[in-house]
């Protein structure tokens, strides 16, 4: 099994391997190797984990086929890793990894870059990451590698999410899956690769995912394609990929707790849908020179489109002056787009239909030079690149009034609010530079150092005004280093300290204002400035290896300057707006074991982080529906742990070979309590923690055919993951008073799948 080792690296990127191989002499240690392909962007290289001064997490695809969906199979099987099913969507989750997060809502700090095959996926306009974009069939390797790494670019404040997908020299045959079961989940895929000798190959794959949802009314489905064609030569390679994706994903959100109580299938308002478009073509190309100097390079175009449909409860009430009217905040009249007062009545008082729409196309291009050399008779490895990446986005959005049927459906009235609307232009451009070298000073310690500058703009044109037209730049040189020490054949230790920044984005930029706040996605104001955040994060483990064991443990510290926070405010529980709040530090410990037992029948883990996320400063912001608001405001202090992350996080995974063909096993996840958004005060009670248990089994009815069944959550724990505060009964009636609104985790579940390898 890989060995989990752990610790963040500031530095990972920096002394991970000899970017060029080393000579002959110089053999790799006794630990087991783990392939990294995110050394740099573009780097590909399998290295002994006694290289790399990181926690580095890495996993294959048969490993990650035991999850119907990739976030589902980091939260199961990964380390430090945590969901929140704020949406209630398998494919719409949060991914936090040690306190920071990748996520497809707008709204959250992103703090994790995810890349595919060097092409950055976080989206221009919010840094937000689309798990069911990824094509999940297609993926070879996983990896996680921690800390804050100027290697690779913005957003790597907490890490980076390094994905490889197959070909076909790598993975030939035809292959094909179906998968049905519980919620109406039914998941088909296929996957065809091959080669002509040792110089051609192509790889073909498609998913097709599809459910009712376990919630009333979550249908969702997404479909996935993924194709490359590679080349490899004596000196030169070169490699083709094509992804396209189409997604219709229902995430109802948060419910009020008192309505959860008597129905953990309820949702509040409905529709909330998001449409998601993708289309990426890369091509990339290396050359070697000798054993001692190459070079790659990739260009890539990426085009995304997203439409949202939001049906919410409405903050537009008949005015108390002229009740024949409709107003905002009791007096203020709402316009129509004719520019008329928008007549009361039923069907236009209480709900709204909120729509945007985002088109964004993305292209960009790397360079990066590889040199081996000795310096002072051991052996020296430098990678520089060079990078830029441009993206023009054009964003829209209304807001109709409308009702709410029976079943708190919110239908159109036919009015929309001319205020409401949106039509924003913005253009970024990220330049970058950057440099990553390993020393191996003595035959037992390496030492890495890496650096990289980044340069962004942020252009912003308001195409109904002026109010949102601004330009913005940002700038910064980060650097890492690195060490590892090996204390004996079979016990290393490692130490790290890195520097990562993360700009505003075009979001963030046009919703800063604490005097209107926006509602996420669907509208904006004008643009006070933002800094940039800046994390340093330090880390330092020790690890080893005896027989079969794998063990390791480390220590972390991240701290963000300048973070910036969605603060919730105004009437809806998706209002609110970006602020910098300060220093945040995310710090803790890891455990991490592994190894075999029974004859090596029997795959076992355990992973244990202890994290403790919290402010640093103490500010005050607006937390309207807080019930220990004082004034729809709340104090936070240094201290008051960050909303959504848990500080205790357990997970023990085992996986026995009863016989030949039949093999079980079993995963445990044990997370500890979370404070709700809005409550970053930590004055109200947290969400408990809970515990899941998942059980698998997989029988090989011949070389060829074999049958899966799975089930989760089979105690059938009652759970939240999320947490937010809102008003709850202008819609259900007096007696939902409660302000809680929770995501509810999914009840007990099964499927079976059949699979199929020719």
Not at 270 to 285: H, S
Request: charged share 20%.
């Amino acid at each position: 099994m890989i060995l989990r080792a752990a610790a963040r690296s500031a530095a990972f990127a920096l002394l991970v391997s000899p970017v060029i191989s080393a000579p002959a002499q110089e053999k790799p240690r006794a630990l087991e190797e783990v392939t990294i392909t995110g050394i740099t962007p573009l780097q590909d290289a399998t290295l002994p984990i006694d290289e790399v001064p990181a926690n580095v997490q890495a996993a294959s695809a048969h490993r990650i086929a035991r999850g119907t969906d990739l976030a589902q199979f980091m939260n199961r099987q990964l380390g430090s890793v945590a969901v929140n099913e704020a949406q209630g969507n398998p494919l719409q989750a949060d991914v936090h990894f040690r306190g920071f997060v990748a996520s497809p809502l707008l709204g959250l700090p992103q703090g994790l870059v995810v890349y595919q095959d060097g092409v950055r996926l976080n989206e221009p306009f919010g840094d937000t990451v689309h798990w069911a974009l990824i094509p999940h069939s297609a993926i070879a390797t996983i990896e996680v590698i921690p800390g804050a790494s100027p290697v690779f670019g913005l957003n790597a404040q907490g890490g980076a999410i390094s994905i490889r997908t197959k070909d076909g020299f790598t993975a030939p045959g035809l292959r094909a899956g179906l998968t049905a079961g519980s919620f109406g989940r039914r998941i088909a895929e296929f996957e065809s690769g091959g080669a002509m000798g040792n110089r051609f190959a192509w790889f073909l794959t498609g998913r097709r995912f599809e459910e009712d949802g376990w919630r009333d009314d979550s249908p969702s489905e997404a479909n996935q394609f993924f194709g490359s064609l590679d080349w490899r030569g004596a000196a030169d390679s070169a490699r083709m990929e094509v992804a396209l994706a189409r997604t219709d994903l229902i995430g109802n959100g948060a419910t009020p707790a008192q309505l959860l109580a008597g129905d953990r299938s309820a949702v509040f308002t409905r529709p909330d849908q998001t449409k998601n478009r993708l289309g990426l073509i890369t091509l990339r190309a290396s050359h070697r020179w000798s054993d001692t100097l190459a070079a790659r390079g990739l260009v890539y175009r990426r085009a995304s489109d997203v439409d949202t449909l939001n049906g919410d409860d409405s903050d537009y009430e008949p005015c108390e002056d002229d009740p024949g009217f409709m107003c905002e905040n009791e007096s203020e009249r709402a316009l129509d787009t004719r520019g008329l007062p928008i007549p009361s009545g039923t069907a236009v008082e209480g709900a709204t239909l909120n729509r945007s729409t985002l088109t964004q196309d993305g292209r960009g291009a790397t360079v990066q030079l590889e040199a081996a050399r000795m310096l002072a008779g051991r052996m020296n490895a430098l990678a520089v690149g060079a990078s830029i990446d441009t993206s023009g986005m054009n964003f829209g959005s209304a807001t109709e009034l409308g009702h709410l049927d029976d079943t708190r459906r919110a239908l159109p009235g036919g009015f929309f609010v001319e205020d409401s609307r949106v039509a924003l232009r913005s253009d970024t451009r990220n330049v970058s530079a950057y440099l990553h070298d390993r020393w191996a000073v003595h035959e037992r310690i390496g030492l890495t150092l890496s650096g990289r500058y980044n340069r962004t703009d942020v252009g912003l044109r308001d195409r109904r005004g002026t109010a949102l037209t601004g330009d913005h730049r940002f700038q910064r040189f980060n650097a890492s280093a690195g060490i590892t020490a090996r204390l004996s054949q079979a016990v290393q230790a490692y130490a790290a300290y890195g520097e990562s920044s993360r700009a505003p984005t075009p979001v963030e930029l046009t919703c800063a204002d604490e005097d209107a706040p926006c509602r996420l996605p669907n509208a904006f104001v004008s643009d006070p400035p933002l800094e940039q955040v800046v994390t340093r994060s330090l880390e330092a483990g020790i690890r080893g290896r005896q027989g079969s064991l794998h063990w390791h443990l480390g220590a972390f510290s991240a701290r963000n300057a300048h973070d910036i926070l969605f603060v919730s405010a105004g009437a809806l529980t998706s209002e609110g707006y970006f602020s910098n709040v300060g220093a945040t530090r995310r710090q803790g410990l890891e455990l991490n074991l592994a190894g075999r037992a029974l004859a090596e029948r029997l795959d076992w883990s355990l992973d244990y982080t202890y994290l403790d996320a919290t402010f640093r400063e103490r500010f005050r912001i607006a937390s309207d529906h807080n019930p220990a608001a004082i004034d729809g405001e709340i104090e936070v202090r240094p201290g008051n742990r960050l909303p959504g992350v848990p500080q205790h996080l357990l997970k023990l995974d085992a996986n026995l070979a009863l016989t030949p063909r039949l093999s079980v096993g079993a995963n445990v996840l044990c997370s500890s309590k979370r404070w709700l958004r809005g409550d970053e005060a930590n004055l109200t009670a947290p969400i408990p923690g809970y515990t899941v248990v998942d059980v698998r089994a997989e029988y090989a009815l011949s070389g060829r055919l074999r049958l899966v069944v799975s089930a989760e959550n089979i105690l059938d724990a009652h759970y939240e993951t999320f947490g937010v505060f809102g008003r709850a009964d202008r819609v259900l009636g007096a007696g939902h008073d409660n302000p809680r609104f929770l995501s509810p985790g999914a009840p007990a579940s099964a499927w079976f799948g059949v699979r199929l390898a020719l």
